[in-house]
């Protein structure tokens, strides 16, 4: 399964098959992916890492256990983002950051992902950070997002929601948090569910893309 095939399958509105079809292998066992806890609050199903391009299904359930982050929700990709929600309510808040020595509200945090975790270094960089303009996205909405903007996704509390997210890494750039200033250096444990754990995550949401209202794909 390629990045482009699946772009193709998301243009043209055939996503919520794809996502069906790849789920419910998922779910019986047969495909070989094994769930992680983000520490952006959702399970990632990786579906394909090839060099720089990278295909996920990100699923947000108030029933699985979350991982929790140790720096913010606020983020930047060093990898432009193509997002098509499958199911739920997904909030792209955009953030207005600006360099600041004197009274910052946060530092940038450079991760780096490791096969054990990842590692999170504090910068020199200082900012200060407000949440900008809020897109609301639905079953059916794709939205992208360019490399290097920093934003968090908002799911409405106690929601329910998943989205296929495909990434294409720039040269150069490198994945940014933002964090409390004083936060040291530190490593972080991704933790990977075990075989029944991602079938349970992946049945959940293809029950869900069943039940729910889709437009468009």
């Known amino acids: 399964m390629r990045y482009q095939d699946v772009l193709d399958t998301i243009d043209g ?8 079809d790849v789920l ?6 047969g495909s070989g992916v094994r769930a992680v806890r983000h520490p952006l609050g959702f399970l990632c199903l990786p ?3 090839a060099g720089e391009f990278g295909v996920c ?9 979350h991982a929790v982050s140790t720096t913010s929700q606020v983020h930047c990709h060093s ?8 199911y739920g309510q997904v909030r792209n808040v955009h953030a207005v950051v600006s360099d600041a020595a004197d009274h910052p ?5 450079a991760v780096t992902s490791t096969p054990d975790g990842d590692v999170i270094r504090p910068t020199g960089r200082t900012v200060r950070y407000a949440a900008g303009r809020a897109e609301l996205f639905g079953p059916g909405d794709t939205y992208t997002l360019g ?5 968090s996704s908002v799911i409405p509390e106690g929601g329910e929601a998943a989205t296929v997210a495909l990434g294409r890494g720039r040269p150069g750039l490198g994945d940014l948090s933002l964090g409390p200033l004083a936060t040291p250096l530190h490593h ?11 079938a349970r995550a992946a049945e959940l949401a293809r029950r869900s893309i069943w039940t729910s209202n889709t437009r468009g794909g």
């Open 79 to 86: 990898w432009d983002l193509v997002s098509h929600v499958l």
């Open 13 to 20: 509105g055939r996503t919520r098959e794809w996502a069906l």
């Open 105 to 109: 509200t946060h530092r940038v945090f």
């Open 57 to 65: 299904v990100h699923v947000w359930s108030a029933g699985a256990a």
């Open 24 to 29: 419910g292998e998922i779910a019986a066992g």
């Open 188 to 198: 972080v444990r991704r933790e990977r569910l075990d075989d029944a754990e991602t």
């Open 47 to 49: 579906v394909e890492r």
């Open 147 to 151: 490399a290097g903007a920093f934003h």
